[in-house]
């Protein structure tokens, strides 16, 4: 965190609680500033991230020719219209070429691009083409299913909305047979161990 970023974040939030109507300086809120500047640095930390850096030396040579995916990837993100939380799951597949992937560093693809200021649209393609530079395999599939606090908490105010975006990439767009296989294994059933 540099130092000659945080006081700016800081005495805007305060200007803000000000804005409101607050008292900055009453017991509860004397301290905010700062828990929020800390906040949003963590929430956004994903600037600070690199697809190459949590990837590095996690891609390995391996035959393999099936389907890999993971699924139920936890997810938190800030959507960039309101700033306010929306969060859910990723699946991510891919079909290897030669080459696989640590099964860790598909979670911290995700979490490279999740902890910016997002939209879901551009979440799940980010997703999908990272996974397609690194390993250039014959196809990925990314699903994202997530909740708005902007479309929960305000706006329309529907608490039980998801968002379901898809992004496809090589044969997962174009064989049907890949495609209607990676939805099959995202929607099953599953499987408790």
Not at 5 to 22: M, Q, S
Not at 40 to 52: F, K, P, Q
Request: hydrophobic share 45%; charged share 25%; net charge negative.
């Amino acid at each position: 965190m540099s130092n000659t970023t945080a006081p700016d974040i800081r005495v805007h939030v305060r200007a803000i609680l000000e804005a409101l109507g607050e008292d900055v300086e009453r017991n509860g809120l004397a301290r905010t500033p700062e828990r929020v500047e800390k906040a949003y640095r963590w929430l956004t930390r994903g600037y600070e991230m690199s697809v190459a850096d949590v990837v590095g030396s996690g891609v390995f040579e391996e035959s393999h020719e099936s389907m890999i995916l993971v699924r139920d990837i936890e997810l938190y993100s800030m959507c960039e219209h309101h700033m306010l939380p929306f969060f859910g799951k990723a699946h991510v597949a891919y079909l290897p070429k030669g080459r696989i992937i640590g099964l860790s560093k598909l979670p911290r693809i995700v979490e490279v691009f999740a902890r910016r200021l997002q939209v879901q649209e551009r979440l799940t393609d980010q997703v999908a083409d990272a996974v397609m530079d690194v390993l250039e395999p014959a196809g990925v599939g990314v699903v994202i299913e997530a909740a708005h606090l902007c479309m929960m908490m305000r706006g329309v105010e529907k608490q039980n909305s998801t968002t379901v975006t898809s992004a496809l990439r090589g044969v997962f767009k174009e064989d049907a047979s890949t495609r209607e296989e990676f939805l099959r294994l995202v929607h099953g059933p599953r499987i408790i161990v």
